[in-house]
């Protein structure tokens, strides 16, 4: 009688732990013991919120509200084609193009640029090659090759044509970074940029004063 | 006199004519084709058989050409929209303009001639037989045959086995019985399997030793296995409210990480991207490789963005897109994306896997406390070219002095104290 029941524990154990090991489900995360510090009360990113009506945690900043230690006023000039001409005509990049700013350019180029505009900027990147993704206007195109630096701004801000606003991704000094790597790729016919360079300080506080609204580094 | 002139003239005939003759090629290398002048210049808001930020194209010189009676109108209106309606006034094209938003198309820097060459392109344009017989794939991203799962054929192969084995044991049975028989002696008695077992391990107590041996082995690992695998979510594959595939999307069509989760290097989170991310590429394509349009309608719908008038629909009650969520750290550890991956200087794939493989992502690494620390025993901190560290390093130098080090684990600044992960 006791070898029968030494049998049948040990039959007991060969089966949970079969149940235990055979968990191979991907859509669960498998056994968990006392889970309490995985699902947590306090709120994490992402987790959901009762609080809101949609229960989304991912939200914008209040209307008006700037983040603390920076200077991003709010992009003042606005998403119209007057506004496209307005900012191609008053913005100036406070970066110089030197060495080291069209190297971060090109960081940046390549996580948010190349994989449509390609490598060259001739508007060959891969969503549009493999990804069936309708091309951008090659930069040193006839339509691109002059496009002053403010119309650039504008246009990662806003968006234009098929391509959507960068801003949320990019914050200001990227955006005129990314800018001065792409520069380098247009081919521009003027060779104004040298005396850009040194004006730029001076027109980013004139501008400052004109227009409190506009979105200036210092 | 008269002969110089005649033959100065000639000369300068048979020189214009030879010049012409050889700039001819350059002329046909010089004008670029309607197709590089489309891809160029409209693609960015036209396509030629569908509406997307413009009016498709197909058509809309024989549209124009029917009313108006030549290319005239259409080339005029192209090359600078705004300054044709001032000039003309023409109510057919400020409709169209209302029709599209109001939004303005900018004007051109192309000849006439060029227009005509993107005209002629356009109405020359066949779609892409290839393309469109292109089955779609089934929904599911299929991939199920691949791999699979063994264990049904080794229950297969073991039944089949058992019973070969039976059939033998009888059949050797039959025979001993049937020489038991001609030679007079006693039959073997029918015994049942269990007990025939059970016989053969009393008679050879070596054999059940092992074998009892090796079953309590093989439970002690897989106990061992099974309560190591407690509360690790590695494998962890769940399905997620829209079929994304990491492997067309940052493998095929090579974005970078950092263009969704662009969190990740300044803040805790790397961040799941919001909608009007998706929606940079999806404005443009509305078809999926392996799903078609049914996926991507979810974006849609999630923003509101109506795919009729291409635009986003005004006041429209967004919703958010419920992703599962597959790596997740216990609350009592601090974890900061920034940190391992801009001083850190660490890949995705590092942690994370072949995520440029995965069409369904999963949870590449076991994400425990050994995992961790190994890594921070194992991996070098890049210290050069960055200031933070330069009296660090010098004092580690000093420090290490008997050993010559010149470089140094995350262990080595202290990384494996408790309170640097656990607050």
């Given at each position: 009688?006791?070898?029968?029941?030494?049998?049948?524990?040990?039959?007991?154990?060969?089966?949970?732990?079969?149940?235990?090991?055979?968990?191979?489900?991907?859509?669960?995360?498998?056994?968990?013991?006392?889970?309490?510090?995985?699902?947590?009360?306090?709120?994490?990113?992402?987790?959901?919120?009762?609080?809101?009506?949609?229960?989304?945690?991912?939200?914008?900043?209040?209307?008006?509200?700037?983040?603390?230690?920076?200077?991003?006023?709010?992009?003042?000039?606005?998403?119209?084609?007057?506004?496209?001409?307005?900012?191609g005509a008053m913005l100036k990049n406070p970066y110089p193009a030197n060495?080291?700013i069209i190297?971060?350019?090109?960081?940046?180029?390549?996580?948010?640029?190349?994989?449509?505009?390609?490598?060259?900027?001739?508007?060959?990147?891969?969503?549009?090659?493999?990804?069936?993704?309708?091309?951008?206007?090659?930069?040193?195109?006839?339509?691109?090759?002059n496009l002053p630096e403010g119309?650039m701004?504008?246009?990662?801000?806003?968006?234009?044509?098929?391509?959507?606003?960068?801003?949320?991704?990019?914050?200001?000094?990227?955006?005129w970074?990314?800018i001065r790597?792409?520069q380098t790729?247009q081919?521009s016919d003027d060779e104004k940029e040298e005396d850009a360079e040194g004006e730029a300080e001076e027109t980013a506080e004139d501008m400052?004063?004109?227009?409190?609204?506009?979105?200036?580094?210092? | 006199?008269?002969?110089?002139?005649?033959?100065?003239?000639?000369?300068?005939?048979?020189?214009?004519?030879?010049?012409?003759?050889?700039?001819?090629?350059?002329?046909?290398?010089?004008?670029?084709?309607?197709?590089?002048?489309?891809?160029?210049?409209?693609?960015?808001?036209?396509?030629?058989?569908?509406?997307?930020?413009?009016?498709?194209?197909?058509?809309?010189?024989?549209?124009?050409?029917?009313?108006?009676?030549?290319?005239?109108?259409?080339?005029?209106?192209?090359?600078?929209?705004?300054?044709?309606?001032?000039?003309?006034?023409?109510?057919?094209?400020?409709?169209?303009?209302?029709?599209?938003?109001?939004?303005?198309?900018?004007?051109?820097?192309?000849?006439?001639?060029?227009?005509?060459?993107?005209?002629?392109?356009?109405?020359?344009?066949?779609?892409?037989?290839?393309?469109?017989?292109?089955?779609?794939?089934?929904?599911?991203?299929?991939?199920?045959?691949?791999?699979?799962?063994?264990?049904?054929?080794?229950?297969?192969?073991?039944?089949?086995?058992?019973?070969?084995?039976?059939?033998?044991?009888?059949?050797?049975?039959?025979?001993?019985?049937?020489?038991?028989?001609?030679?007079?002696?006693?039959?073997?008695?029918?015994?049942?399997?269990?007990?025939?077992?059970?016989?053969?391990?009393?008679?050879?107590?070596?054999?059940?030793?092992?074998?009892?041996?090796?079953?309590?082995?093989?439970?002690?690992?897989?106990?061992?296995?099974?309560?190591?695998?407690?509360?690790?979510?590695?494998?962890?594959?769940?399905?997620?409210?829209?079929?994304?595939?990491?492997?067309?999307?940052?493998?095929?069509?090579?974005?970078?990480?950092?263009?969704?989760?662009?969190?990740?290097?300044?803040?805790?989170?790397?961040?799941?991207?919001?909608?009007?991310?998706?929606?940079?590429?999806?404005?443009?394509?509305?078809?999926?490789?392996?799903?078609?349009?049914?996926?991507?309608?979810?974006?849609?719908?999630?923003?509101?963005?109506?795919?009729?008038?291409?635009?986003?629909?005004?006041?429209?009650?967004?919703?958010?897109?419920?992703?599962?969520?597959?790596?997740?750290?216990?609350?009592?550890?601090?974890?900061?994306?920034?940190?391992?991956?801009?001083?850190?200087?660490?890949?995705?794939?590092?942690?994370?896997?072949?995520?440029?493989?995965?069409?369904?992502?999963?949870?590449?690494?076991?994400?425990?406390?050994?995992?961790?620390?190994?890594?921070?025993?194992?991996?070098?901190?890049?210290?050069?070219?960055?200031?933070?560290?330069?009296?660090?390093?010098?004092?580690?130098?000093?420090?290490?002095?008997?050993?010559?080090?010149?470089?140094?684990?995350?262990?080595?600044?202290?990384?494996?104290?408790?309170?640097?992960?656990?607050?």
């Open positions: 009688m006791r070898k029968r029941s030494t049998y049948f524990g040990f039959g007991i154990i060969a089966a949970l732990t079969l149940l235990v090991v055979s968990c191979g489900d991907p859509e669960s995360p498998g056994v968990e013991y006392m889970p309490d510090m995985y699902r947590t009360p306090a709120l994490e990113p992402y987790s959901g919120n009762d609080f809101y009506a949609d229960s989304m945690e991912a939200r914008l900043p209040a209307e008006g509200t700037i983040p603390q230690g920076h200077n991003y006023l709010p992009y003042g000039i606005p998403e119209t084609t007057e506004g496209y001409e307005m900012a060495d080291e190297a971060e350019g090109k960081v940046i180029y390549t996580k948010f640029c190349v994989h449509c505009h390609g490598e060259a900027g001739m508007g060959d990147g891969l969503t549009v090659t493999a990804g069936g993704h309708p091309p951008p206007p090659a930069y040193n195109s006839a339509a691109l090759k119309k701004f504008h246009t990662i801000t806003y968006g234009k044509n098929l391509m959507g606003s960068h801003a949320s991704q990019l914050n200001n000094e990227e955006r970074k990314v790597y792409v790729m081919g400052d004063a004109a227009d409190g609204e506009t979105a200036m580094l210092n | 006199m008269q002969n110089n002139w005649v033959s100065l003239t000639k000369k300068v005939y048979f020189l214009t004519g030879l010049f012409s003759i050889l700039l001819l090629p350059f002329k046909s290398l010089h004008a670029q084709s309607g197709e590089e002048l489309f891809t160029g210049n409209c693609t960015s808001c036209h396509a030629v058989n569908k509406k997307m930020i413009g009016p498709a194209l197909k058509g809309a010189r024989q549209a124009w050409a029917e009313r108006t009676g030549s290319d005239e109108a259409i080339i005029a209106w192209i090359k600078n929209s705004q300054g044709y309606i001032k000039e003309t006034g023409d109510p057919y094209a400020v409709e169209l303009l209302a029709a599209y938003n109001g939004t303005v198309m900018t004007p051109m820097a192309l000849s006439s001639d060029e227009v005509v060459s993107i005209l002629d392109y356009i109405d020359n344009w066949e779609p892409p037989v290839a393309e469109a017989a292109a089955p779609v794939a089934d929904g599911d991203g299929g991939g199920e045959a691949e791999g699979g799962n063994p264990l049904p054929w080794i229950i297969v192969l073991a039944v089949i086995l058992f019973i070969v084995v039976r059939v033998l044991v009888g059949v050797n049975k039959s025979l001993e019985n049937l020489r038991r028989q001609q030679e007079g002696e006693d039959t073997l008695p029918d015994v049942s399997i269990g007990e025939g077992v059970k016989a053969f391990f009393m008679k050879n107590q070596a054999v059940s030793v092992i074998v009892i041996v090796l079953i309590a082995a093989y439970l002690s690992v897989l106990g061992w296995d099974s309560l190591n695998a407690v509360g690790v979510y590695q494998g962890y594959e769940p399905s997620q409210p829209i079929w994304f595939s990491h492997k067309i999307h940052a493998g095929q069509n090579g974005i970078n990480c950092v263009y969704c989760h662009n969190s990740v290097e300044k803040g805790k989170s790397a961040g799941i991207p919001s909608v009007n991310i998706c929606m940079n590429c999806h404005m443009g394509v509305k078809q999926g490789k392996v799903t078609g349009s049914k996926e991507i309608a979810k974006i849609y719908e999630a923003i509101g963005w109506d795919t009729n008038k291409n635009r986003y629909i005004e006041g429209y009650d967004q919703k958010p897109i419920e992703w599962v969520r597959i790596h997740n750290l216990q609350d009592f550890v601090y974890f900061n994306h920034s940190q391992h991956v801009v001083v850190g200087k660490q890949d995705c794939e590092n942690c994370h896997g072949p995520v440029k493989e995965m069409d369904v992502m999963y949870q590449h690494s076991e994400l425990t406390m050994g995992w961790c620390i190994n890594c921070h025993r194992e991996t070098n901190v890049s210290m050069q070219g960055n200031e933070y560290y330069d009296k660090i390093h010098a004092d580690l130098v000093e420090k290490y002095k008997d050993q010559g080090l010149e470089t140094f684990t995350v262990e080595q600044i202290g990384g494996l104290e408790c309170g640097k992960c656990h607050y």
